[in-house]
């Protein structure tokens, strides 16, 4: 398996602060996305930033990509309680033809109230 | 409204019992996955799908069996070969597009009595 790196492993933060992310892949991509998982739940699309893009926003979410040192960032501005999640990255790409993602291990985020 | 149905969201295997897990999707997908999940760690792929009647093995397939019959469905078998299969299992769909995000269920939780 060639799962992506993600750091830190673990992040308290307060509300209002803002909460980065960093993901490190492997493998050359097409693009890089990025989930939110609630505990015991599914996973939940943030944001798509293709291989040709360099930085995306989606509201308080901002997404950078370096694919020369292969690694992504992702920043929440102004968190919030409700932010509170597992975020995940995942690589996409082609192998033999076929479309494959590879997740990263993930950033347990803790929005202290 | 569309999304992905997982059942049962609690599953309890006795030794050496096969135990099958669904996945139901109406989004019109025409690619499936399955992965799985342990505790605090990242996705690693099973099995995935990109068309009815075909499918392909995954980073840790062995254990596990599936079925593409239908374009909305992709049950995961969890046989008795698969010797640790306690963990929380995710099933996805996407457009068979890399450019595409995956869209999940909300997953199944496979225990062992």
Redesign the interface.
Known sequence: SQQGEEDPQALSIQEGENATMNCSYKTSINNLQWYRQNSGRGLVHLILIRSNEREKHSGRLRVTLDTSKKSSSLLITASRAADTASYFCATAGTTSGTYKYIFGTGTRLKVLA | DGG?T?SPKYLFRKEGQNVTLSCEQNLNHD?M?W?RQDP??????IY?S?IVNDF?KG??AEGYSVSREKKESFPLTVTSAQKNPTA?Y?C?SSM????Q???????T?LSIL
Request: proline fraction near 6%; charge should be neutral; glycine fraction near 12%.
């Open positions: 992905i997982q690619a996955y992965y605090g760690q990242g996705l690693r792929l995935y990109q392909q980073d840790i929380f995710l996805a068979s597009s890399p450019v995000p995956q869209h999940f269920g909300d997953g939780r």
